[in-house]
């Protein structure tokens, strides 16, 4: 089994673009982080597209996917590698067309396994399945078990993301289920010891696990 990576999301607000980027290299340094999700609510055009000039470079800098909620037009805009869509932010074939072949496609599919399947026939990059824990970042309305996850890495090649108010304590369950990548914003920016120490943290974890899944596999 491939080792598990943090998918880091953003606060839902950024009020000084050029210091979060400094801080998001920082972070970056810390430990591994697979790919970054700027996920802005509540905010104009003009000030998404100024996030993304500014932590852009940080990301591509330190090997990130950088990838944009909802908005495939501004990811597409705005040099994203990507985009991530809710089931109600568009079509994953209407976002391919506008960014390319090799752009990175997240859809949300909640608890639903059919929701899944459906993304992946439509040649999304990744589904996200949550929320497995109870969060403040965003309203739950979807509460997602580990079985979606099992089912999933038993059945479907396209890696899963799982998402929902995980921090280093409780992230254990969701990677020996299978998830590929675990999404966390608050996790980590609310960490008590600051959201370096946080990504840290889940580099430990996911290396102990991927230590111990190693060792109870057959040998070749």
Same mark, same amino acid.
């Given at each position: 089994?491939?080792?598990?990576?943090?998918?880091?999301?953003?606060?839902?607000?950024?009020?000084?673009?050029?210091?979060?980027?400094?801080?998001?290299?920082?972070?970056?340094?810390?430990?591994?982080?697979?790919?970054?999700?700027?996920?802005?609510?509540?905010?104009?055009?003009?000030?998404?597209?100024?996030?993304?000039?500014?932590?852009?470079?940080?990301?591509?800098?330190?090997?990130?996917a950088l990838v944009l909620n909802d908005r495939a037009d501004l990811a597409a805009r705005s040099g994203c590698d990507g985009v991530h869509?809710?089931?109600?932010?568009?079509?994953?074939?209407?976002?391919?067309?506008?960014?390319?072949?090799?752009?990175?496609?997240?859809?949300?599919?909640?608890?639903?396994?059919?929701?899944?399947?459906?993304?992946? @026939? &439509? !040649? %999304? $990059?990744?589904? +996200?399945?949550? #929320?497995?824990?109870p969060t403040g970042t965003k309203e739950v309305r979807h509460v997602a078990g580990l079985d979606v996850l099992r089912w999933w890495g038993?059945?479907?090649?396209?890696?899963?993301?799982?998402?929902?108010?995980?921090?280093?304590?409780?992230?254990?369950?969701?990677? @020996? &289920? !299978? %998830? $590929?990548?675990? +999404?966390?914003? #608050?996790?980590?920016?609310?960490?008590?010891?600051?959201?370096?120490?946080?990504?840290?943290?889940?580099?430990?974890?996911?290396?102990?696990?991927?230590?111990?899944?190693?060792?109870?596999?057959?040998?070749?």
């Open positions: 089994m491939a080792r598990t990576r943090l998918y880091l999301i953003s606060p839902s607000q950024i009020d000084d673009p050029d210091a979060f980027a400094a801080r998001l290299d920082s972070v970056f340094r810390a430990g591994d982080v697979a790919s970054f999700q700027l996920r802005l609510k509540g905010v104009e055009d003009a000030a998404i597209l100024r996030a993304v000039e500014a932590v852009r470079p940080v990301c591509h800098a330190a090997d990130v869509l809710g089931q109600e932010d568009g079509s994953c074939r209407e976002a391919r067309r506008l960014l390319g072949d090799d752009a990175i496609i997240g859809v949300t599919c909640h608890d639903s396994r059919h929701l899944g399947m459906e993304a992946a @026939e &439509a !040649g %999304a $990059d990744y589904v +996200a399945f949550g #929320a497995f824990y038993s059945m479907m090649v396209v890696p899963c993301v799982a998402i929902g108010g995980i921090t280093p304590d409780n992230a254990a369950p969701l990677v @020996e &289920a !299978g %998830a $590929d990548f675990l +999404a966390v914003s #608050a996790g980590v920016w609310e960490h008590p010891e600051g959201p370096e120490a946080a990504v840290r943290a889940f580099d430990a974890l996911f290396d102990r696990l991927e230590a111990a899944a190693e060792a109870l596999s057959p040998e070749e």
